[in-house]
């Protein structure tokens, strides 16, 4: 087939459906202002497309059965059931959280098959916090690790990476990837700070690299930890296939944390992972949207993000 090197967009409006309940900061309108700001023109060249509901069998490799029967059977015909103090379900959420792991897997999919270099899912609930038998974090299902596992079994990769720029350790994904020596998952996050987990010490079988950044951290930081410690473990790696754990709650301007990046800082990092991707993946790159809680800056961040994704 011909190659389309349009970088794609997944998206599904039931990620609007699911509603964790009034103030909460993992919103549906922190969506929309994404959306809204990739209305833009320069945007027009991203090849929209509907994200798929996630195979039962690609969920139940990240989870157990018991936690995703529980997590759909959970959510209400009405009104909201909480499963932590920070995570609920609304009648939407199943829909939600289901399209939002299908289009990671379908992104996987596509680049694999030669569809596009890149894609970048925006879609919610986030997923990294998810363990394989526990919601927590706003997350339901992994939804990165839902696809990087699928590249490995369904596409035969031999190695798969997950990259993680959210302000918050992502545990779940560390959980699921740090006794598979072909999974490598490496994290910038402030540190202390939720979930508590992501010291440097956490290393896995040498395929975790963790780089905590301590309150108050800024673009200085995080690119130094990036250049001397994850890009270089990255780049030792060789990954066929290169996801990006995409949370720009380490913003300045974010209120639920007290890092200090950029949009430049994005950007930066972005193109340093695609120049690693096109070294060894072909190229192939799938983002999926963590956090981001300042509507403002999580839509220039994003968009600082895929412009970067589609540049190269």
């Known amino acids: 087939m011909g190659f389309s090197m349009a970088t794609l967009f997944y998206t599904h409006p039931a990620c609007l459906g699911h509603d964790p309940g009034p103030y909460h900061p993992e919103s549906a309108e922190r969506l929309k202002a994404l959306l809204a700001a990739f209305e833009a023109p320069e945007f027009a060249a991203l090849e929209r497309r509907l994200a798929p509901e996630a195979a039962r069998e690609d969920l139940l490799r990240a989870h157990s059965r018991r936690h995703l029967e529980g997590v759909l059977g959970a959510v209400p015909s009405l009104g909201r059931v909480a499963l932590d103090a920070d995570t609920a379900l609304s009648p939407g959420s199943g829909m939600a959280a289901l399209v939002a792991a299908g289009a990671v897997a379908a992104a996987v999919d596509a680049v694999v098959a030669g569809e596009a270099k890149r894609a970048?899912?925006?879609?919610?609930?986030?997923?990294?916090?998810?363990?394989?038998?526990?919601?927590?974090g706003f997350c339901l299902f992994n939804n990165a690790a839902v696809g990087a596992l699928r590249a490995r079994v369904v596409h035969a990769l031999a190695r798969v990476a997950v990259v993680d720029f959210d302000v918050h350790h992502g545990n779940g994904t560390q959980q699921a990837f740090e006794s598979d020596p072909h999974l490598f998952y490496a994290s910038t996050h402030q540190y202390p700070l939720y979930p508590g987990t992501g010291a440097a010490s956490e290393s896995g079988l040498g395929n975790i690299v963790?780089?905590?950044?301590?309150?108050?951290?800024?673009?200085?930081?995080?690119?130094?930890?990036?250049?001397e410690r994850i890009l270089p473990a990255l780049d030792a790696f060789r990954p066929e296939l290169l996801l990006i754990s995409a949370g720009f709650d380490a913003h300045r301007d974010d209120p639920l944390a007290q890092l200090s990046l950029e949009e430049s800082d994005y950007a930066w990092v972005t193109l340093k992972l695609v120049e690693i991707a096109r070294r060894h993946a072909e190229g192939r790159v799938v983002s999926t949207l963590e956090g981001g809680?300042?509507?403002?800056?999580?839509?220039?961040?994003a968009t600082a993000h895929v412009r970067a994704l589609m540049a190269t």
């Open 210 to 227: 963790n780089v905590p950044l301590s309150p108050s951290s800024g673009g200085s930081e995080f690119r130094a930890g990036f250049s």
């Open 293 to 301: 809680y300042d509507h403002r800056a999580l839509g220039a961040s």
């Open 120 to 136: 970048f899912c925006a879609i919610r609930p986030p997923g990294h916090h998810a363990e394989r038998e526990r919601a927590m």
